[in-house]
């Protein structure tokens, strides 16, 4: 246990910091989204260039896992939607009902507690996520919210204007030019490894620092009850699914995971949500429940990873 508890708590340490110091006015929640700027600009895409770039392709692209984390994924926002439609949610509402239950805060979250966990595979488990997230859940939940921001534009718009978007997301602007370097062969200079390698690293603390200081405080009354089960089924349902459709995957024929793959796989899918979801939800008059989740998700996470790495014997 005082080995789990070595891994978990400077995680978690970071993140109480975060909101201590926001909270006695050391910094400003502005501070924080300039922190996180640099972190998804900079920090992250330089670790997913190394971690993708410095690999051959064949252990880049694992099928087993993109497709359980996928499904296992798509099916968890299939619960959320299917909740929040019986709940009499708007439909913007039951696409980050959906959200909420599915993406992972695999870059903020996620990316520190691999490098101490899994320090060999961290960069390449981020660099799979994000494609997972990046070209299937984002896409799916702008697809089917409906929202005031931007309801004058189909669906097909919304989702062509999110495609043109992608081009510039700093992170698949990092990954794809590892993919380039991995496909073409070429060996990076030490000059390069070792500049990328120092943005890479410095994210890790930072990122969490961050997130402790834009969590927020809780809601109450029926806005409560939304967020302790899009919030339970993120923890619970969402890695109980994954592991479910990896299982199933694998009887079917697709080749085992790494070791180290699997338990990666494992703890993304019990990671809290999304540290962006309550910007990705402001336009759609959604932000005060989904920051609540990201609250509720993150705080309550330091105990469900815990059991899991205990149980991982990690």
């Keep these: 246990m005082?080995?789990?508890?070595a891994i978990t708590v400077p995680i978690y340490a970071c993140v109480a910091v975060g909101q201590i110091a926001v909270r006695r006015g050391m910094f400003s929640k502005g501070d924080m989204r300039v922190l996180t700027t640099f972190?998804?600009?900079l920090s992250l895409p330089c670790m997913l260039f190394l971690a993708i770039g410095t690999r051959h392709l064949s252990d880049i692209v694992n099928p087993t896992y993109l497709a359980a984390y996928a499904i296992g994924s798509l099916l968890t926002f299939a619960i959320?939607?299917?909740?929040?439609?019986r709940a009499?949610?708007?439909?913007?509402?039951?696409a980050f009902d959906g959200l909420g239950m599915s993406g992972c805060n695999?870059?903020?979250?996620?990316?520190?507690?691999?490098l101490l966990t899994l320090p060999s595979v961290a960069g390449l488990v981020l660099g799979l996520n994000m494609l997972v997230e990046n070209l299937i859940l984002l896409p799916l939940m702008f697809l089917l919210a409906e929202g005031r921001a931007d309801a004058q534009l189909s669906r097909a718009q919304r989702l062509r204007d999110y495609?043109?978007?992608l081009t510039r997301n700093p992170l698949l602007v990092g990954l794809v030019a590892g993919l380039i370097v991995s496909v073409s062969g070429i060996v990076l200079p030490d000059i390069v490894v070792r500049t990328a390698d120092l943005f890479g690293r410095a994210g890790a603390a930072v990122a969490l620092f961050a997130v402790g200081g834009l969590l927020g405080g809780m809601p109450r009354g029926r806005i409560l009850v939304r967020v302790l089960t899009v919030s339970a089924g993120k923890l619970l349902l969402h890695p109980a699914f994954v592991f479910a459709v990896m299982l199933a995957l694998v009887a079917l024929g697709l080749p085992s995971l790494d070791p180290q793959l699997r338990t990666g796989l494992l703890l993304t899918a019990a990671l809290p949500v999304f540290s962006i979801l309550p910007v990705l939800a402001h336009p759609y008059g959604e932000a005060e429940p989904m920051a609540a989740v990201m609250l509720v998700t993150?705080?309550?996470?330091f105990l469900?990873?815990?059991v899991l790495l205990a149980a991982l014997e990690l």
């Design 2 to 5: 005082l080995s789990v508890l």
């Design 39 to 41: 972190v998804f600009n």
């Design 80 to 85: 959320g939607w299917t909740w929040g439609r």
């Design 88 to 94: 009499g949610h708007s439909t913007a509402g039951r």
């Design 106 to 114: 695999s870059g903020f979250v996620g990316y520190p507690l691999m």
């Design 163 to 165: 495609g043109v978007r």
């Design 298 to 301: 993150t705080a309550t996470s």
């Design 304 to 306: 469900t990873l815990s």
